[in-house]
């Protein structure tokens, strides 16, 4: 499913791309690996039971933007270890996409990685879809200071360090939260969602959401074919 065009992406020399349930699809699952791995981090730190650490988890994923930026502030914990235990999980659920891979490499202008996750987690999933060597630079939180998307820090320092245009520049994310800065500052902003039978017991409602926002611009859930067919 792709939405009609609402506006053209003709001027784009700057292509910034989410990682996580954007560049791989949320169906594999991956994502709910390292959740579930939040959720026990969040348990070891708290002694909260399964229920209620979850349930805290995802209020500081929602209040925060990462759950991480939520522990650092209310727990002061260390975000290299967190980083660490949260992100030993098994990528082979993602599959290589030389489809999505070959759209991306077509692209006419520069592109880049604006992730709340961390390098070595970029660069495993990477190396998965065949893409290692397609991105200029991966801006992940620890460029961000852990002041993670959808804070305006996020993307000030990340056009500050790599010079870009917000005008000249789209923005790519599954969370329509995360495209509200963007669009604010002048990018044009893409949704990636997952397709409408998706469900999952470990995915809050909001985070499936779809855009219906002036915020979001286009709706996608099949990015190798909307960037084939880029408007």
């Not at 690996?33 to 039971?49: A, E, G, P, W």
């Not at 992940?140 to 010079?163: C, L, N, Q, S, W």
Request: aromatic share 10%.
């Amino acid at each position: 499913m792709t939405l009609p065009a609402t506006r053209s992406l003709s001027h784009i020399t700057d292509w910034v791309f989410d990682l996580d349930n954007t560049l791989y699809p949320r169906e594999c699952n991956l994502f709910a690996q390292i959740d579930v791995r939040i959720t026990h981090y969040v348990m070891d730190l708290t002694k909260l039971d399964f229920e209620a650490a979850r349930a805290l988890q995802k209020t500081y994923y929602r209040d925060f933007g990462t759950t991480l930026n939520g522990l650092m502030l209310q727990h002061e914990v260390d975000p290299d270890h967190f980083l660490a235990n949260v992100h030993a999980i098994d990528y082979s659920p993602v599959a290589e996409h030389p489809d999505l891979m070959a759209a991306i490499r077509a692209l006419p202008g520069r592109k880049f990685i604006l992730t709340n996750g961390d390098v070595g987690h970029a660069r495993a999933v990477l190396a998965r879809l065949g893409g290692a060597d397609l991105f200029e630079h991966v801006y992940d939180i620890r460029a961000m200071t852990y002041v993670p998307k959808p804070h305006r820090e996020a993307y000030a320092g990340f056009f500050a360090m790599h010079g870009v245009d917000p005008t000249s520049a789209v923005m790519f994310d599954d969370l329509e939260k995360n495209l509200v800065v963007p669009h604010e500052m002048g990018m044009a902003t893409v949704q990636v969602v997952a397709g409408p039978d998706y469900a999952h017991e470990q995915v809050d409602a909001w985070e499936l959401g779809r855009g219906d926002s002036t915020h979001v611009h286009h709706v996608t859930d099949d990015l190798a074919r909307f960037l084939r067919e880029r408007p």
